[in-house]
């Protein structure tokens, strides 16, 4: 799409083929100096080929990239670099044993007349970066003691530390909440102002319609459309990503009523160390119940509580017997299951097999010595990734050879089989695509008529009040207000998360 304007990059019938799989067969995109423009597409579309062809990862088989109307030969991230395209990181660049300061200008660092590395020069800019970003950290602070949603930010700074031309972020945001998302639009629209140019690959609609006023859409590596997004609905970009007309984005919420007498799962004042304070909820059998909260205010820390990953002190009910988490493996026996959004550190095991993925936990909990029937096993994975409608080449190839949103229903698979009374969900579809995210909240909901609960903490608020009956709402480590029926709405919810609801503060003192 020419808007007339002047283009900083344009890519036009882009190639790239991993032996017998063709990744992208004709993808292009343009993208003028100051526009906001999304890349979408299902997982499995192209797009992170597509971006680490732009960023030098991936060597292009065919197709023109032209930057400033030059054509541009892209060797490696560091002529990517020198020509001005910089990119963010889902999985990240950062090195975990560096600084965070030493991590924003790694590569590039300021050098002194003698030599040296300027360390004052490297510091002032973490110390605005830091500010301009909100970064929850000081800059000598090694970036391993970091949290994701901060990492995040910081893989930000790095990216703009060389002042590009184009900026790529690659589902960056996947693991911030809702106010550092907001602060980080913010500054880069300022940016933008000054002349870069953004190309944001994001599964958040609301994100993309927010941030962005353009989008590139692709589908089995070809791009299919590009549109102004002022004059298209979330049901077209569905349309375009998928081939397939959708009555609307949506699920239906569980309707249980739920009285303490039906509870699965009781909890009462629960503390987490510093974390989570006087914690008390309780779910029903088979009730969806969300919880909410900014970054940062206990919610992960009171899952993994709950899955006996952090000690704790309170009490809990299961199915009207008090217990006692001691451990994770103590959680899965007594009925327990956990699934992160962070599938690298807490979900997948990359190079094992997609069979050994889904029976992990199973295998896990058998007693030595362990007797595997290989053909056994392999037919019972069989038979859930059918459930699932994972696509892979078969239960033994490894789980990295699969898109983001196939590897996150390997990990719904494990708890599909094991059958747990209480499934513990920590934004179990970040990074996923809307039609992956549909597929496994579907999934979810259809393992509740089983009698299941699930607790389901999310940082897409959208997405809560779709799939939950009733939401929590974390402010400061403490459970302010309990939304449900006519309160469960997206106004109070924003409001309460950002404890300026009257009501709620009130009753948080």
């Given at each position: 799409?020419?808007?007339?304007?002047?283009?900083?990059?344009?890519?036009?019938?882009?190639?790239?083929?991993?032996?017998?799989?063709?990744?992208?067969?004709?993808?292009?995109?343009?993208?003028?100096?100051?526009?906001?423009?999304?890349?979408?597409?299902?997982?499995?579309?192209?797009?992170?080929?597509?971006?680490?062809?732009?960023?030098?990862?991936n060597?292009?088989?065919?197709?023109?990239?032209?930057?400033?109307g030059?054509?541009?030969?892209?060797?490696?991230?560091?002529?990517s670099?020198?020509?001005?395209?910089?990119?963010?990181?889902q999985d990240?660049?950062?090195?975990p044993?560096?600084?965070?300061?030493?991590?924003?200008?790694?590569?590039?660092?300021?050098?002194?007349?003698?030599?040296?590395?300027d360390?004052?020069?490297?510091?002032?800019?973490?110390?605005?970066?830091?500010?301009?970003?909100?970064?929850?950290?000081?800059?000598?602070?090694?970036?391993?003691?970091?949290?994701?949603?901060?990492?995040?930010l910081?893989?930000?700074?790095k990216?703009?530390?060389m002042?590009?031309?184009?900026?790529?972020?690659?589902?960056?945001?996947?693991?911030?909440?809702?106010?550092?998302?907001?602060?980080?639009?913010?500054?880069?629209?300022?940016?933008?102002?000054?002349g870069?140019s953004?190309?944001?690959?994001?599964?958040?609609?609301?994100?993309?319609?927010?941030?962005?006023?353009?989008?590139?859409?692709?589908?089995?590596?070809?791009?299919?459309a590009?549109?102004?997004?002022?004059?298209?609905?979330?049901?077209?970009?569905?349309?375009?990503?998928?081939?397939?007309?959708?009555?609307?984005?949506?699920?239906e919420?569980?309707s249980?009523?739920?009285?303490?007498?039906?509870a699965?799962?009781?909890?009462?004042?629960?503390n987490?160390?510093?974390?989570?304070?006087?914690?008390?909820?309780?779910?029903?059998?088979?009730?969806v119940?969300?919880?909410?909260?900014?970054?940062?205010?206990?919610?992960?820390e009171?899952?993994?509580?709950?899955?006996?990953a952090?000690?704790?002190?309170?009490?809990i009910?299961l199915?009207?017997?008090?217990i006692?988490?001691?451990?994770?493996?103590?959680?899965?026996?007594?009925g327990?299951?956990?699934?992160?959004?962070?599938?690298?550190?807490?979900?997948i095991?990359?190079?094992?097999?997609?069979?050994?993925n889904?029976?992990?936990?199973?295998?896990?909990?058998?007693?030595?010595?362990?007797?595997?029937?290989?053909r056994?096993?392999?037919?019972?994975?069989?038979?859930i990734?059918?459930?699932?409608?994972v696509?892979a080449?078969?239960?033994?190839?490894?789980?990295?050879?699969?898109?983001?949103?196939?590897?996150?229903?390997?990990?719904?698979g494990?708890?599909?089989?094991?059958?747990?009374?209480?499934?513990l969900?920590?934004?179990?579809?970040?990074g996923?695509?809307?039609?992956?995210?549909?597929?496994?909240?579907?999934?979810?909901?259809?393992?509740?008529?089983?009698?299941?609960?699930?607790?389901?903490?999310?940082?897409?608020?959208?997405?809560?009040?779709?799939?939950?009956?009733?939401?929590?709402?974390?402010?400061?480590?403490?459970i302010?207000?309990?939304?449900?029926?006519?309160?469960?709405?997206?106004?109070?919810?924003?409001?309460?998360?950002?404890?300026?609801?009257?009501?709620?503060?009130?009753?948080k003192?």
């Amino acid at each position: 799409m020419d808007g007339g304007g002047t283009h900083v990059l344009k890519v036009t019938g882009l190639v790239k083929n991993f032996g017998a799989v063709h990744a992208l067969k004709d993808a292009s995109l343009s993208i003028e100096i100051g526009e906001i423009r999304a890349l979408l597409g299902a997982n499995g579309s192209g797009k992170s080929t597509f971006v680490k062809v732009l960023s030098g990862i991936n060597k292009k088989d065919g197709g023109s990239i032209q930057l400033e109307g030059k054509e541009l030969n892209i060797t490696s991230p560091i002529t990517s670099i020198q020509n001005g395209i910089a990119m963010a990181y889902q999985d990240l660049s950062l090195i975990p044993r560096l600084s965070v300061a030493e991590n924003m200008v790694i590569g590039y660092e300021p050098i002194k007349k003698n030599g040296t590395i300027d360390r004052k020069s490297m510091l002032n800019y973490a110390e605005k970066m830091i500010e301009e970003l909100g970064i929850r950290a000081y800059p000598d602070v090694m970036t391993e003691n970091i949290d994701l949603s901060n990492k995040g930010l910081i893989e930000i700074a790095k990216a703009l530390y060389m002042n590009p031309k184009l900026l790529i972020m690659d589902e960056i945001t996947a693991s911030m909440h809702h106010d550092q998302v907001e602060r980080l639009f913010a500054y880069l629209r300022k940016r933008v102002m000054g002349g870069l140019s953004i190309i944001f690959v994001s599964h958040r609609f609301e994100e993309v319609y927010d941030f962005c006023t353009t989008a590139t859409i692709l589908r089995e590596g070809i791009s299919v459309a590009d549109l102004k997004l002022l004059n298209s609905t979330p049901d077209e970009l569905v349309y375009h990503m998928t081939g397939k007309k959708t009555a609307g984005i949506q699920h239906e919420n569980v309707s249980n009523e739920v009285s303490d007498s039906e509870a699965r799962l009781l909890v009462d004042q629960m503390n987490v160390l510093s974390f989570a304070k006087n914690i008390s909820i309780y779910v029903g059998k088979g009730e969806v119940v969300g919880i909410a909260g900014l970054q940062g205010q206990g919610q992960g820390e009171f899952l993994r509580a709950l899955f006996g990953a952090i000690s704790y002190n309170g009490n809990i009910v299961l199915d009207g017997a008090n217990i006692r988490i001691k451990s994770p493996s103590d959680a899965i026996r007594k009925g327990i299951g956990f699934i992160s959004g962070d599938r690298e550190k807490e979900g997948i095991f990359s190079t094992r097999a997609v069979s050994e993925n889904i029976l992990i936990t199973e295998t896990a909990l058998r007693k030595l010595p362990i007797m595997l029937s290989v053909r056994k096993e392999r037919e019972k994975a069989e038979q859930i990734m059918k459930e699932l409608n994972v696509v892979a080449a078969g239960a033994g190839v490894p789980a990295n050879s699969l898109s983001g949103g196939n590897q996150q229903k390997l990990i719904v698979g494990r708890w599909l089989y094991r059958k747990p009374k209480v499934l513990l969900l920590d934004d179990p579809t970040k990074g996923v695509d809307v039609n992956s995210r549909n597929e496994i909240n579907s999934l979810l909901k259809n393992m509740t008529k089983t009698g299941m609960s699930i607790l389901y903490s999310s940082s897409d608020n959208e997405e809560l009040l779709r799939v939950a009956e009733r939401i929590y709402v974390f402010y400061e480590g403490k459970i302010i207000k309990e939304l449900k029926g006519k309160d469960k709405n997206s106004e109070l919810l924003a409001a309460t998360m950002l404890g300026v609801d009257k009501e709620a503060k009130d009753g948080k003192e």
